[in-house]
């Protein structure tokens, strides 16, 4: 996995399920840090990052940032480009998974899906671009 640590700017969020998800700015591209939303999912953070090391295109494109949490620290957070979330929420196989959990996966899926559709995507960046509030 080829990381690069590069500074941020916290530009806003997303809604997932209820969770907040940062959206992280650097040199014109919006990024999302994975790990809060590996927490929200309940998924094992260490496999997670082992997956991504072993997918050829989200290895490439994976960033360590230093990002502003919600309570005001500094944090290092593995990131991927927002284009790319939708790639690595579809690599979560939630047959693994049972009950809740299995339903908040394919939530977040289906979610992912319907913001990053085709019809969507103008729409998308409209709201993307109007976002003023921080993480």
Request: a neutral charge; glycine letters at 4%.
């Amino acid at each position: 996995m080829s990381m690069q640590l590069v500074e941020d700017r916290n530009i806003g969020h997303i809604e997932f399920d209820q969770n907040k998800i940062c959206l992280v700015e650097n040199d014109n591209q919006l990024f999302v840090p994975l790990r809060p939303i590996c927490t929200a999912l309940e998924l094992n953070w260490q496999n997670q990052v082992r997956n991504i090391q072993d997918d050829a295109v989200l290895s490439s494109v994976v960033v360590t940032m230093t990002t502003t949490g919600q309570d005001g620290k500094q944090y290092e957070m593995i990131c991927i480009p927002l284009s790319y979330l939708n790639g690595w929420l579809f690599r979560i196989n939630p047959a693994r998974y049972e009950g809740e959990r299995r339903a908040r996966i394919i939530k977040y899926q289906k979610e992912c899906y319907n913001v990053f559709s085709a019809p969507s995507i103008d729409k998308t960046h409209t709201i993307l671009n109007n976002i003023k509030s921080t993480c």
